[in-house]
T-cell receptor
Framework: GESVGLHLPTLSVQEGDNSIINCAYS??????FIWYKQESGKGPQFIID?????DKRQGQRVTVLLNKTVKHLSLQIAATQPGDSAVYFC?????????????FGAGTRLAVHP | DAGVIQSPRHEVTEMGQEVTLRCKPI?????LFWYRQTMMRGLELLIY????????DSGMPEDRFSAKMPNASFSTLKIQPSEPRDSAVYFC?????????????FGDGTRLSIL
């Protein structure tokens, strides 16, 4: 079956550096993607989404890039802060049986060091 | 604005007991999702509702699990009888619309431990 996966399980960065978290997807028909941030003891928190008719979308300190040619999604965090330490999930929309649902990747842990 | 509200936050019970998890979605959202998260399997979709109607329950592990949504502002996930392998964090999420191009918003989960 099709699935969403992550290249790196753990990413360590220095405070103030930029972070890049990567995600590969296998369903070329996917047209909607989301990034979530999950802190310890909390539920996944929506960060940013992107539709397949876009290559790039920017939010506050975050940018999502979509490369449909190689089926790759990335989340860039500018000037990473200690509060950015969390597990980050990408998710893609899958259409099954006429209905839509999100398929989540395994997650990447981001550790920000002072 | 209130987000998705789940209760209880923590539940510890002995195997064989009935467990009921509760969820209040965000007002105005018409889709509701129940997920289970474990270290081994990650985040798994169990069931989802649209306009209070169950749409896809293919992720429900077995007949011991059941979910209901009696109205637009309340849903329950019930496990009866519970087993130690049901220990996990259970999340409820809600979203607006049915096209799928809307983010799901998650509650903070119920951490369930079955002894």
């Amino acid at each position: 079956g099709e699935s969403v996966g992550l290249h790196l399980p753990t990413l360590s960065v220095q405070e103030g550096d930029n972070s890049i978290i990567n995600c590969a997807y296998s369903n070329s028909a996917s047209d909607y993607f989301i990034w979530y941030k999950q802190e310890s003891g909390k539920g996944p928190q929506f960060i940013i989404d992107i539709r397949s008719n876009m290559d790039k979308r920017q939010g506050q300190r975050v940018t999502v890039l979509l490369n449909k040619t190689v089926k790759h999604l990335s989340l860039q965090i500018a000037a990473t802060q200690p509060g950015d330490s969390a597990v980050y999930f990408c998710a893609e929309k899958e259409r099954t049986g006429g209905y839509n649902k999100l398929i989540f990747g395994a997650g990447t842990r981001l550790a920000v060091h002072p | 604005d209130a987000g998705v509200i789940q209760s209880p936050r923590h539940e510890v019970t002995e195997m064989g007991q009935e467990v009921t998890l509760r969820c209040k979605p965000i007002s105005g959202h018409n889709s509701l999702f129940w997920y289970r998260q474990t270290m081994m399997r990650g985040l798994e979709l169990l069931i989802y509702f649209n306009n209070n109607v169950p749409i896809d329950d293919s992720g429900m592990p077995e007949d011991r699990f059941s979910a209901k949504m009696p109205n637009a502002s309340f849903s329950t996930l019930k496990i009866q009888p519970s087993e130690p392998r049901d220990s996990a964090v259970y999340f409820c999420a809600s979203s607006r619309g049915i096209t799928g191009n809307q983010p799901q918003h998650f509650g903070d989960g119920t951490r369930l431990s079955i002894l």
